[in-house]
């Protein structure tokens, strides 16, 4: 069984740290030692973080062109970097493999600068800034939705698929069932921090112009912003809409896996996650994304039929009624598009990137690795 240390490094979000979370569980199968750098923020899903070790290395965006603020994330910046350089003097790392957002640019730099092999995985169509700032100097892109046909690091780019958490996967073992007739039919909705409040008011709305007969079968789970949480309940309690509403929900592969129907954004785990698990969405992408178009991520199961995308701005509550009503009434269609789902789905991404992280920790290079796989 192989071993040595992995050091993977992601933002404290969990876009990007379910990918990497999902990677150091394969790994560690694989009998390599996982060490996670991130941020503050990672604290909430840290518990369920197969790493032997967290590291907090200090980092920072440039989100101002005020001088002092220039000079102030510079200094931080340099500071990580040390700090970087010191924590893989210690670890000695086989790889260090960068996830996205911007605690991954210290670690990821000081591993060019000490000889280190190197890797980054872009989970969404269009590349971040963090890794693009980072993609020329790594050995190795893999993608979840990038293309490794054309662009310019396509010669080093691997479409390996966004790895999914176990979670997902056992949930991916369930079958879609459709809701018939008079049965319940379970409705999640959900859009991570800021990109939940459009729902908040939006999915409500839509639901009070549903027909008694489709609001009485309606079983709701919604995620809402803390501040939001209240009237979002007090809502549905006043339509008499059995529904559960949290800023957050620990177990959301499972309430994935009992949707008969989702709404959400489309980041590029969300995507991934419900691919895998096969269910119908209607997909809003949060218009406001900084890095990337969510729309280009779910254009593979849009493709496919497994998806709906609608602009935000062309969401009024009519129109989301008319497409949650007609969902309930055409279960064959919601079949239909949960198996169209399920073939755009990448189950195996974990192993595949695993794969060619131990490939490049070996010093091979993407092209001895794509030769050896086709």
């Known amino acids: ?73 510079a200094w931080t910046l340099w500071t990580g970097l040390r700090a970087a350089r010191r924590l893989i003097g210690r670890l000695k790392p086989a790889a ?43 050995q190795a892109i893999a993608g979840g939705f990038l293309p490794d046909d054309h662009g310019a690091h396509a010669a080093k780019t691997v479409t390996t698929g966004n790895p999914v958490r176990p979670a997902v996967l056992q949930a991916a073992g ?43 079968r309606l ?27 949290s800023p957050f929900f620990a177990d959301m592969a499972e309430r994935l896996r009992l949707a008969h129907l ?31 178009d969510q729309a280009a991520n779910a254009a593979a199961l849009v493709e496919r039929g497994g998806a709906e995308v609608v602009a935000q701005a062309e969401l009024s509550p009519e129109r989301l009624t008319q497409m949650i009503s007609s969902a309930m009434k055409e279960p064959e269609r919601l079949e239909t598009m949960a198996a169209a789902a399920r073939q755009a789905g990448h189950p195996d991404a974990s192993a595949l990137l695993a794969d060619l992280v131990v490939a490049i920790s070996e010093r091979k290079s993407v092209a001895e690795y794509k030769g050896v796989r086709s």
């Open 96 to 138: 260090v493999i960068g996830f996205g957002g911007y605690p991954t640019v210290p670690p990821l730099l000081a591993a060019r600068s000490m000889g280190v092999p190197s890797l980054i995985h872009e989970q969404n169509a269009v590349m971040g800034r963090a890794n693009k700032a980072l993609a020329s100097r790594v």
């Open 262 to 292: 989702v709404i959400c954004r489309s980041g590029a785990s969300t995507v991934s996650e419900v691919a895998v698990i096969g269910r119908p969405a209607i997909f809003v992408p949060y218009p406001y994304a900084l890095d990337h």
């Open 174 to 216: 369930s079958p879609y069932l459709a809701s018939r007739s008079s049965e319940e039919f379970r409705l999640l909705v959900f859009g991570g921090s800021q990109g939940a409040q459009f729902f908040s008011s939006a999915v409500p709305a839509a639901i009070a112009l549903l027909d008694g007969v489709d609001r009485s």
């Open 1 to 73: 069984m192989a071993s040595g240390i992995i050091l993977l490094a992601a933002g404290g979000t969990g876009g990007h740290l379910f990918p990497a979370e999902a990677l150091g569980h394969e790994l560690k199968a694989r009998g390599y030692a996982v060490h996670l750098v991130t941020d503050r923020r990672a604290e909430r899903f840290a518990g369920s973080f197969p790493a032997d070790e967290i590291h907090v290395v200090p980092s920072a965006t440039f989100g101002s062109k005020n001088p002092i603020a220039v000079l102030r994330t």
């Open 219 to 245: 079983r709701v789970t919604q995620q809402a912003r803390a501040e939001d949480h209240q009237a979002v309940a007090d809502h549905y309690r006043a339509l008499q809409v059995p529904a559960e509403v």
